[in-house]
């Protein structure tokens, strides 16, 4: 497993999980399948697009990764 795994996952729990939780997701991405559960489907490399691009999480929402988190969850990402 992969060092990034868990403060990667962490990321998402702390940026994502609020959004992205089980059915009624946002955008229909269900990062997590319920509270602490990552799911296993989730579209991987179209988060990882969206990260690096800045339009995740949205600017608007109280949510921000830090740069130590970007760098955990790319690397994660970049893995898979």
Do not use: Y
Request: charged fraction near 15%.
């Amino acid at each position: 497993q992969s060092p990034f795994a868990q403060p990667a996952i962490n990321a998402f729990a702390k940026n994502c999980m609020n959004c992205h939780t089980g059915p009624g997701s946002k955008g229909e991405v269900v990062i997590f399948s319920q509270l602490n559960q990552l799911n296993p489907d989730a579209p991987f490399k179209g988060m990882l697009s969206e990260i690096k691009a800045g339009r995740m999480p949205p600017r608007q929402s109280n949510f921000a990764l830090t740069q130590q988190e970007f760098q955990v969850i790319t690397a994660w990402l970049e893995g898979r």
